[in-house]
């Protein structure tokens, strides 16, 4: 028995038979750690956890059991006090949990839980609201509101992209028919894409009705996608872009200079804009290095004819500083937070 730090203890068991013995054992301590005691004149009482793990089934280095075996008392403390948990318990109840997850996405559209956020994209010489970006959000029965980076990943690993994007790309069409008549005629919504659509082969009528749900929003709609899509083996890529430009769509690679793509790319996708990274917009001017790459994408891009947007703005120097270095547009907290639908159409109804 050893003393691992603050009120954590680790217990090595020998030739130890099988798992109800180790059960015993456990049970046979958090009795006696139940136990009431004299502290001065009181009486107390104190309660444990105890996180297994078994070697060699979950396990063959010292640190890795360690590891399994603090997890499993945290899993044992978040059961209620007294509690027993193999590390085991944790891996099903992992799986358990990620399973119920998945099946309450597949419902989240049908149950109305999905929501649509709208972070307005200004643009910069005049200060006026031309565009905003879309950002799904669920808001999940039990946890809340969840962030896009909270159940994307999972949407794609178990293949509900397809119908969380085509429930994202109607209702925004959707908002911007309705937006059409309080806004600039150029009013865009820029729908963040994932690189799936194009590196699998997406069936050939679920393909035409994103084109025709495009094709509604009459020139409305920028389709924004990493730079990273460019190194994919994708054989019909310049065809897909080539449909979504005929339906009206124009497009953005987001977080520019990040990425490992070819700036010849650039000119042979009629690339449309580019987002700046956030990592290259710094709140002063401490980072010459960061500013240098912002102001030679802003004039590399103006050379080919495309436009700039920087994400990330928080400071009125920031803004300044992009807008003197002739960038384009810019989006950020400074300007707005992500809105709802309804305060967005505020928002464009007083800017108008």
């Given at each position: 028995?050893a003393?691992?730090?603050?009120?954590?203890?680790?217990?090595?068991?020998l030739?130890?038979?099988?798992?109800?013995y180790?059960?015993?054992?456990?049970?046979?301590?958090?009795?006696e750690?139940?136990?009431p005691?004299?502290?001065g004149?009181d009486?107390?009482?104190?309660?444990?956890?105890?996180?297994?793990?078994?070697?060699?089934?979950?396990?063959?280095?010292?640190q890795?059991?360690?590891n399994n075996?603090?997890?499993?008392?945290?899993?044992?403390?978040?059961?209620?006090r007294n509690?027993?948990?193999?590390?085991?318990?944790?891996m099903?109840?992992?799986?358990?949990?990620?399973?119920?997850?998945v099946?309450?996405?597949r419902?989240?559209?049908?149950?109305?839980?999905?929501?649509l956020?709208?972070?307005?994209i200004?643009?910069l010489?005049?200060?006026?609201?031309?565009?905003?970006?879309a950002?799904?959000?669920w808001?999940?029965p039990?946890?809340?509101?969840?962030?896009?980076?909270?159940?994307?990943?999972?949407?794609?690993e178990?293949?509900?992209?397809?119908a969380l994007e085509?429930?994202?790309?109607?209702?925004?069409?959707?908002d911007?028919?309705?937006?059409?008549?309080?806004t600039?005629?150029d009013f865009?919504?820029?729908?963040?894409?994932?690189?799936l659509?194009?590196?699998?082969?997406?069936?050939e009528?679920?393909?035409?009705?994103y084109?025709?749900?495009?094709?509604?929003?009459?020139g409305?709609i920028?389709?924004?996608?990493?730079?990273?899509?460019?190194?994919?083996?994708?054989?019909?890529?310049?065809?897909?872009?080539?449909e979504?430009?005929?339906?009206g769509?124009q497009?953005?690679?987001?977080?520019?200079?990040?990425g490992?793509?070819?700036?010849?790319?650039?000119?042979?996708?009629n690339?449309?804009?580019l987002?700046?990274?956030?990592?290259?917009?710094?709140?002063?001017?401490?980072?010459?290095?960061?500013?240098?790459?912002?102001?030679?994408?802003?004039a590399?891009?103006?050379?080919l004819?495309i436009?700039?947007?920087?994400k990330g703005?928080?400071?009125?120097?920031?803004?300044?500083?992009l807008?003197?270095?002739?960038c384009?547009?810019?989006?950020?907290?400074?300007?707005?937070?992500?809105?709802s639908?309804?305060?967005l159409?505020e928002?464009?109804a007083?800017?108008?």
């Amino acid at each position: 028995m050893a003393r691992i730090g603050g009120d954590e203890f680790t217990v090595l068991l020998l030739d130890t038979g099988n798992l109800e013995y180790i059960k015993d054992i456990a049970r046979n301590i958090l009795a006696e750690l139940d136990r009431p005691f004299q502290l001065g004149d009181d009486e107390v009482k104190v309660s444990s956890s105890i996180g297994l793990t078994l070697f060699p089934d979950d396990g063959h280095t010292a640190q890795r059991l360690l590891n399994n075996a603090d997890q499993a008392m945290y899993l044992a403390k978040h059961s209620g006090r007294n509690q027993v948990c193999f590390y085991n318990e944790i891996m099903e109840h992992a799986r358990s949990a990620r399973h119920k997850l998945v099946g309450e996405l597949r419902q989240a559209p049908e149950k109305q839980q999905l929501e649509l956020h709208y972070q307005p994209i200004v643009e910069l010489a005049t200060n006026r609201v031309l565009k905003a970006e879309a950002l799904v959000r669920w808001r999940h029965p039990e946890r809340g509101l969840l962030a896009p980076e909270e159940f994307l990943g999972l949407a794609e690993e178990t293949g509900l992209m397809d119908a969380l994007e085509h429930w994202v790309c109607s209702h925004v069409v959707a908002d911007s028919g309705r937006w059409a008549t309080q806004t600039p005629q150029d009013f865009q919504i820029s729908i963040n894409t994932s690189p799936l659509q194009f590196t699998r082969n997406t069936q050939e009528d679920c393909w035409e009705a994103y084109l025709e749900t495009f094709s509604r929003a009459g020139g409305a709609i920028v389709l924004e996608m990493p730079e990273d899509i460019f190194v994919q083996s994708v054989k019909n890529l310049g065809e897909r872009f080539s449909e979504l430009r005929a339906a009206g769509v124009q497009l953005a690679l987001e977080d520019f200079g990040t990425g490992h793509s070819s700036l010849a790319y650039l000119k042979q996708y009629n690339v449309d804009f580019l987002k700046v990274d956030p990592s290259f917009i710094r709140p002063d001017k401490t980072d010459i290095c960061g500013q240098t790459i912002t102001e030679s994408i802003i004039a590399m891009a103006h050379k080919l004819g495309i436009q700039v947007i920087a994400k990330g703005v928080e400071t009125e120097e920031q803004k300044e500083w992009l807008k003197d270095a002739g960038c384009d547009f810019a989006q950020g907290h400074y300007f707005s937070p992500p809105l709802s639908a309804q305060k967005l159409s505020e928002l464009l109804a007083g800017s108008g």
